[in-house]
């Protein structure tokens, strides 16, 4: 069930990964579907955030390995890892007194070379960034100064100036009211259809899943339990198995898209 269908680039192999005396992550094995946007989906605690962390080559494996491109992810050096993917942590960390213009550039730093000047290429890149992220206008503001809404589209914003083919993204629409939730998801399909990348972002809400990834990745325990198309996974058993959930899976009469209605 986890092996995905299409081209693989980033593969994690039997991956054990633990805090302390627990292993979270039990011998998980996961071939990112390449071009594609695949949501994580979880209970709390199920190991998302971890298997993301893992995936960039941020948490040490107790056994296992992840590859991108067929090679295990330490006989890439930093610069062209932070080249090729590009992480969006759950609670990133600036200081309070950075504009987000500043934020935004720090995602060019793989791309810079010692005593390289800034370009007008990595000007545009960012400006390019912050447009598609609605921070256009704030680009002079203070992080500490904006509303956790703003303050989380400046951060995709500096994720997408690193200008990776892979984007991991920790719960990216935390904070966002509705209107921006839908914008950013529906910028994340946009990049896959349009600009070939691959994205793997860990969601909460199984509808936002449904609707717009291509790709879903059920996770309880540390152990994948369904992957597959929203269709194939958007089922009762499933959610049952994961979230011990009763749902009802009715489908969107405008696109026919599966929705479902939860009950405990
Ligand atoms: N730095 C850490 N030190 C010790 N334990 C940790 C650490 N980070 C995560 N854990 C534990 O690992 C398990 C998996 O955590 P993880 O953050 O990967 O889950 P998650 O599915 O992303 O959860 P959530 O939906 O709540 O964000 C949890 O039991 C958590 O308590």
């Not at 934020?103 to 730093?109: C, D, E, K």
Request: hydrophobic share 45%.
């Amino acid at each position: 069930m986890s092996e995905a269908a299409g081209p693989v680039r980033l593969r994690a192999n039997a991956i054990r990964v633990g805090y302390r005396g627990r292993d979270v992550l039990h011998d998980l094995t996961f071939a990112v579907p390449s071009y594609r946007f695949t949501a994580l989906l979880g209970p709390n605690g199920s190991g998302k955030s971890t298997l993301l962390r893992a995936l960039a080559g941020l948490t040490p494996l107790r056994a296992g390995e992840v590859t991108l491109d067929g090679l295990a992810i330490p006989m890439l050096s930093r610069r062209r890892l932070a080249e090729m993917i590009s992480l969006l942590p759950q609670t990133p960390r600036a200081p309070d007194d950075l504009a987000v213009a500043d934020l935004v550039a720090q995602g060019r730093y793989p791309h810079r070379r010692l005593f390289t000047p800034w370009s007008l290429q990595d000007q545009a890149i960012c400006n390019d960034s912050m447009r598609l992220t609605d921070v256009d206008g704030l680009a002079a503001r203070l992080l500490g100064r904006l509303s956790g809404g703003q303050r989380q589209r400046a951060w995709i914003a500096m994720t997408l100036a690193q200008s990776a083919d892979i984007l991991l993204l920790d719960e990216p629409t935390t904070y966002l009211d509705i209107a921006h939730q839908l914008d950013i998801l529906d910028l994340l399909r946009r990049l896959v259809r349009e600009q070939g990348k691959t994205i793997v972002a860990v969601l909460h809400d199984i509808n936002h899943a449904a609707r717009f990834a291509d790709h879903i990745c059920l996770l309880k325990e540390g152990r994948i339990v369904a992957s597959g198309s929203p269709r194939d996974i958007i089922q009762p058993s499933h959610l049952r198995e994961a979230f011990s959930i009763e749902a009802t899976i009715l489908h969107d009469p405008y696109d026919g898209v599966p929705v479902c209605v939860a009950r405990k």
